[in-house]
C-alpha cells in the first residue's frame, strides 16, 4: 500500500487511527508518540486520517483592477515581451501570478 504523507507529518495513518480511538489523555499519549499536544488535539478532531490539501482554499488567479492598470501601463511603457513582464509584475504586484 503505497501512503502519501505530508513532508512535514509527524504521524503515519496507524497513529492518527490510534490517537483517534485512544482513551488516554493528550499528554499521554504526546509522550508516548514523541509528538506535540496539540497534534494529539488535531488528530482527534477530525473524522478521517487522510491528510489534507495543503493548498489555499482560494487561489487569486487574476488581478485587481489597479494591478491590471499598473501591469497594462508597464507593457505599454517599457515595451516589454509578455515574458519579460511576467518577472517585474511577479516581484511588485502579485508572487503567484501566472501567464
Known sequence: ???????????????????????????????????SEDTIRRWRGRDSVEDRPHTAHRLQTTLTPAQEAVAVALRKTLWLPLDDLLVVVRA????????
Not at 8 to 23: D, E, G, H, K, L
Open 1 to 35: 500500500m503505497n501512503i502519501r504523507l505530508h513532508k512535514n507529518a509527524t504521524t503515519t495513518p496507524a497513529r492518527r487511527r490510534y490517537i483517534q480511538t485512544s482513551p488516554w489523555p493528550a499528554a499521554r499519549l504526546a509522550a508516548e508518540l514523541r509528538v
Open 92 to 99: 511588485f504586484l502579485h508572487e503567484g501570478m501566472t501567464r
